[in-house]
Nanobody, 123 residues
Framework: QVQLVESGGGLVQAGGSLTLSCAAS????????MGWFRQAPGKEREFVAA????????DYADSVKGRFTISRDNTKNTGYLQMNSLKPEDTAVYYC????????????????WGQGTQVTVSS
């Protein structure tokens, strides 16, 4: 079973940047797809970005495409989300998650989740 711990969240001004990290432990991380999801107050958890086990396949929500970049380093058991040009609507708790099955960007299809890290974008 994979255990995930997010870090790197904080308060940033609109237009600024943050990099989130997802430190993983467990035998299946290197063969698992990894995703980032976020949940704003009063809203459902939503897909942000995902990356395949090899890093060859990546996908992004339309709302973050061109601004966010997902990556992973399997030798370090760590995933990343580089966030640029942040907007107030990006404010949410960001979660890292993994999936051992086929490709998916659905919240329901990811089995292992971190505790989340708060990202607040002010204007």
């Amino acid at each position: 079973q994979v255990q995930l711990v997010e870090s790197g969240g904080g308060l940033v001004q609109a237009g600024g940047s943050l990099t989130l990290s997802c430190a993983a432990s467990g035998r299946t991380f290197s063969t698992s797809s990894m995703g980032w999801f976020r949940q704003a107050p009063g809203k459902e958890r939503e897909f942000v970005a995902a990356i395949s086990w090899s890093g060859a396949a990546r996908d992004y929500a339309d709302s973050v495409k061109g601004r966010f970049t997902i990556s992973r380093d399997n030798t370090k058991n760590t995933g990343y989300l580089q966030m640029n040009s942040l907007k107030p609507e990006d404010t949410a708790v960001y979660y890292c998650a993994t999936r051992t099955g086929g490709w998916s960007t659905r919240v329901l299809d990811f089995g292992a989740w971190g505790q989340g890290t708060q990202v607040t974008v002010s204007s």
